[in-house]
């Protein structure tokens, strides 16, 4: 397939460095809160790229890490469970919300059980080992307050900058950063392990016989671990938001090619561009951000905002508002509808019809292998739909269709229109009596109690129902 491989700009072929097995890592959420919807965007896309690779056969072994343990998930678990000691706070406070961003995940149609989680906290010996490593060599340093990566040194060695091809001033670049708030314009050292402070949780780190500095990793170091850790070095894919670009994604390279370790790091990195609110980044810090429950609060379901994202290119920033939302879940309601009359019109077998819907589900596909085309995928499964009237549904056709979305792009058609229940075809077929002896009111009054029941009904050459 052909993907945007930000490391040169360009769209390239994409193949697997091994085989037919592509590793894959994306950057996870930190736990500390609701992730926002512009968070679920990049996680929708990450999902759409997993299941176009496995329909092209290729074996895919995703891995997303959970951020728990930074400045945030430190502060709030002190908000929020002053009584507790720090550590257990912070695992309260972690573990909470890993669940929530689990469910939220399943909720927009990400398939969790095709991920594997890891966790910072989980991984601190061999993050250890690998700041070990890397002052061995001399691209670390001691500092009072933690250990930081020599950019300078770094760079007597290899490039640094190869994806942001940020601006290096050397004057400056060993000026420290030690908050998790990085200068987004500027390289400098950065913290790979930071001394504890009082009150924050801490992990022993015995860096030679002299030297235990208790402390916790820095944010960089997380990604270079668990990701090489699970998927070797080099790997295939790496994924995240623009944003992540630098330093994050710069410092990752970095700390994984430095000394002696291999040239290469992520062999495509793969980034998506931002959901704005009003031309702006939505983001926490900016305090214009949505979450999952402020759509559904508003009747719309996490699979309408998945339409949403799915309709807008990856690489492309989409503005959030309820109008894309409502355009999006009229969408989805109209496909849901047609996938309803596999229940109500009898099959009618027909090859063109069955022939039709395949080469739109192959178009679709070379969509989406066409540089995450999600966009043009969605056209070519809207063509397909086109292809059905209520009194001509090939049933195969229609399932073949359902079963493609369902596993290409995640939309839960299936799951999300299921039969109705006896009873309520009983009212249907005695308000088509009462229509039939043109008793007005009793159809009337056994319309307004499927609408209820929150079936519509519409009369055409033949009755169809639908949910709402
Ligand atoms: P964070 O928890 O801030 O590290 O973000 C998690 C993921 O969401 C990262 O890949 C970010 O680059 C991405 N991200 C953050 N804000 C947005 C946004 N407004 N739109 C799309 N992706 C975003
Ligand atoms: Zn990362």
């Known amino acids: 397939m052909k993907l945007y491989n930000s490391r040169f700009n360009k769209e390239q072929e994409f193949s697997p460095l091994q ?19 512009g968070n679920l965007s990049s996680y929708i896309y990450a999902d759409t790229l997993r299941r ?34 720090p550590a257990v706070a912070l695992k309260k406070l972690t573990s909470h919300y890993e669940k929530v961003f ?14 594997t989680f890891v966790r910072a906290t989980d991984n601190i010996a061999d993050i ?6 890397l002052l061995a060599e001399g691209v670390a340093y001691l500092a009072d307050d933690g250990v930081y990566f020599s950019i300078n040194e770094y760079r007597k060695t290899r490039k640094y900058g190869q994806l942001s091809h940020v601006e290096f001033d050397s004057s400056r670049s060993a000026e420290r950063i030690d908050n998790d708030e990085y200068d987004k314009d500027n390289a400098h050292d950065f913290a790979l392990w930071k001394r504890q402070k009082p009150g924050e949780p ?8 002299k030297t235990n500095m208790p402390g916790r990793p820095g944010w960089h170091i997380e990604c270079s671990v668990m990701s090489v850790k699970n998927l070797g070095q ?12 630098f330093p994050h994604h710069e410092n990752e390279i970095a700390q994984s090619t430095a000394g002696d370790q291999p040239e290469l790091f992520a062999n495509f990195f793969v980034h998506n561009e931002h959901l704005l609110v009003n031309g702006e980044k939505m983001s926490k810090s900016a305090h214009n951000f949505y979450v999952l429950s402020d759509l559904t609060d508003k009747h719309y379901s996490p699979l309408d905002f998945r339409m949403l994202v799915l309709q807008s290119h990856y690489r492309k920033a989409t503005n959030f508002s309820w109008e894309n939302l409502t355009a999006a879940k009229n969408r989805l309601s109209h496909w849901r509808a047609v996938a309803e009359w596999r229940y109500q019109t009898p099959d009618c077998p027909d090859d063109d019809q069955l022939e039709k819907v395949h080469k739109a589900i192959e178009r679709a596909q070379g969509s989406l292998e066409n540089d995450l085309d999600t966009a043009g995928a969605l056209r070519c499964y809207d063509e397909a739909f086109d292809l059905f009237t209520p009194e001509k549904v090939s049933h195969d056709a229609l399932a073949a ?13 299936e799951e999300t229109t299921p039969d109705i229940s006896a009873e309520e075809y009983d009212l249907i077929d005695r308000r088509q009596a009462a ?34």
């Not at 229509?435 to 033949?462: C, F, N, P, Y």
Request: charged share 30%; hydrophobic share 35%.
């Open 19 to 37: 085989g037919s097995r592509v590793g894959m890592y994306s950057c996870g959420p930190t736990v500390y809160n609701h992730a926002h919807i």
């Open 52 to 85: 176009t690779l496995k329909a092209q056969g290729y074996d895919v072994h995703h891995i997303m890490n959970f951020t728990d343990v930074d400045d945030k998930t430190i502060r709030d678990s002190h908000i929020k469970y002053p009584d507790d000691e």
């Open 102 to 115: 689990l469910d939220e995940m399943a909720q927009v149609g990400n398939n969790v059980d095709d991920i």
């Open 128 to 133: 250890q080992k690998l700041i070990k490593k």
């Open 202 to 209: 801490a992990w022993d780190f015995v860096i030679d016989d």
């Open 234 to 245: 080099p790997f295939d894919i790496h994924t995240g938001g623009v944003d992540l670009k």
């Open 401 to 413: 269709l359902i079963q493609s979305i369902d596993q290409v792009l995640g939309l839960k058609l």
């Open 435 to 468: 229509r039939q002896s043109k008793d007005w009111a009793t159809s009337d009054r056994l319309r307004d109690e499927l609408k209820t029941k929150g079936i519509e009904i519409q009369d055409g050459a033949v009755t169809i129902w639908s949910k709402l």
